[in-house]
Structures are given as C-alpha cells and as structure tokens.
C-alpha cells in the first residue's frame, strides 16, 4: 500500500519558517520525482516545487521568489519543503507528490499551513 504522509505543518507569523516533511512508503522512493502543491482557500492546486530525481532540475512555482527549497533523502524515503519568509498569501494547504515519470502518480492527505498577519 502506497503512503505519503505530510507533516510539519502549523500557524506562523508573516516572516516565520516552516519546514514540512513527506514521509514515503510501498514505493521505490529513488525512482519517484517529488513534489510539493498547495491549495489556497478557493484556489486551484499549484506546484510550489518539484525536485526530479535523474538530473536533479528544480521545478519552482512563480510565487517561491528564493524563499522556498525542497531537498530529498532517499535513505529516509522523505521529502522536505523548506519555508522562510513566509507571507499570508501563503496560507494553505500543502500536498506531497510523487511520480515516477511513467502512470503512477500518488497524492498525500495534505498539511494545513496558516501564516498570520
């Protein structure tokens, strides 16, 4: 049974950090490109940032501007979304994503993120 299982989320400040985690598991972790979405209130889902596993290319929403990195470890199975400065517009929920290039694609449950003003 495939899992992903976001983590890391909470309320914030405007200019506060976070750093989310997606844990994996019943798939070949290394063979997967993953990814972070999110979902604002009454907004579609949108790619924040996606890490392929071959050539390492970074994939960035136009909103990141610097202020988002993503990093993997393929001996923990887990992803990791790395957040500063973060502003209200921000404020979302947050979804692990995990393809692997082929038909398989594969969504967490999502972690809420609330940024304060």
């Known amino acids: 049974q495939v899992k992903l299982e976001e983590s890391g989320g909470g309320v914030v400040h405007a200019g506060g950090s976070l750093r989310l985690s997606c844990t994996t598991s019943?798939?070949?972790?290394?063979?997967?490109?993953m990814s972070w979405y999110r979902q604002r209130p009454g907004q579609k889902r949108e790619l924040v940032v996606g890490l392929r596993r071959a050539d390492g290319e970074i994939e960035y929403g136009d909103f990141v501007k610097g202020r988002f990195t993503i990093d993997r470890d393929d001996t923990q199975n887990t992803v990791y979304l790395e957040m500063k400065g973060l502003e209200p517009d921000d404020t979302a929920v947050y979804y692990c994503?995990?393809?692997?290039?082929?038909?398989?694609?594969?969504w967490g449950q999502g972690t809420q993120v609330t940024v304060s003003e």
């Open positions: 019943g798939i070949v972790f290394s063979g997967y490109a």
């Open positions: 994503h995990a393809w692997n290039y082929a038909t398989f694609i594969y």
